[in-house]
């Protein structure tokens, strides 16, 4: 079950355009290669799921040491950061959903990216707020999404209308470090651009802290915006809901469809394999990893 529209053509066209464009029986030769590697990881578990490494070579740009690279942080966060792939009952979503939500877009923009959305709620109540639980569900989408699509590029767009400092002062630096970690990390994730929108007086101390933890090329990639005017010149308003003046449906139904998800991948989310970290070869750093299972700088897209 997904809500999650694939590309059309005109989108298939254009991913096909990039420049590090594979055809698919050479993504099938890498798939292969991949699952062959991975037998020979003693820390790391057998992969048998064809499509899934197929979605997760397409992230890394067909690069086949950036796929073994970013594979290998993948699990090793999993056993590192057990706190941030908890379980979750459909009670708990729909509690945390008063404070805000996390959701996918169902449609895709023209160049086949993405939308991953948070949006923030009205509440007088900063007890109320898991951060932990917003952490868990963000990767968990990110999960999802691996499992269901390639993740040919991703859009982040934060609505921060009602965010309150207490919500922004509770992702303390360690939390932050680590939920990057697990998340830029740890996933072929292609950050195409990170958008802001309905920002709040303290909105230069948020993104002055964001940018602490990201690359430079992401950094360059962050825009804020005033207006959903502004927003409208990188996402079209067909792929938009029309909480923000789109076309592409309602922002209620998108979060009901993600929770449903969610919910029927309870059991597959639960049973997420990690690295065995008692097994892991004593040369393995993390940051070198070559063709045989040594590190090299991760660059993201």
Wanted: with cysteine; charged share 25%.
């Amino acid at each position: 079950m997904t809500y999650l529209i694939p590309p059309n053509e005109t989108q298939i066209e254009h991913i096909k355009n990039e420049e590090f464009y594979q055809p698919l029986y050479k993504l099938d030769e890498d798939v292969t290669h991949l699952m062959e590697w991975l037998t020979k990881q003693p820390h790391l578990p057998n992969i048998t799921d064809r499509k899934w490494l197929a979605h997760f070579i397409t992230g890394c740009k067909y690069n086949l040491q950036r796929s073994k690279q970013v594979i290998e942080s993948y699990f090793v966060a999993r056993a590192e950061f057990p706190e941030f792939f908890g379980s979750f009952n459909r009670e708990q979503l729909k509690e945390a959903t008063k404070q805000g939500s996390v959701c996918l877009f169902p449609k895709l923009t023209p160049e086949g990216n993405r939308i991953f959305c948070t949006t923030t709620r009205p509440s007088s109540d900063d007890d109320d707020y898991d951060v932990m639980l917003f952490c868990q569900v963000s990767i968990a989408i990110l999960d999802l999404q691996l499992k269901l699509e390639p993740m040919y590029g991703n859009i982040i767009l934060y609505d921060l209308k009602h965010v309150r400092l207490a919500q922004f002062m509770a992702f303390t630096p360690t939390l932050t470090k680590n939920l990057l970690r697990c998340c830029i990390d740890s996933f072929p994730l292609r950050v195409k651009t990170v958008h802001y929108i309905n920002p709040p007086k303290f909105m230069s101390r948020l993104i002055t802290f964001f940018k602490l933890f990201v690359s430079n090329k992401i950094r360059d990639r962050i825009f804020v915006h005033d207006s959903l005017e502004d927003l409208y010149q990188y996402i079209p308003k067909d792929v938009l809901p029309d909480i923000y003046g789109g076309t592409g449906g309602n922002l209620e139904k998108y979060e009901e469809d993600m929770l449903e998800l969610l919910m029927a991948n309870k059991e597959w989310l639960e049973a997420r394999p990690k690295a065995d970290l008692s097994r892991r070869p004593e040369h393995t750093k993390t940051d070198e990893l070559d063709m045989n299972g040594t590190f090299k700088k991760l660059q993201i897209d």
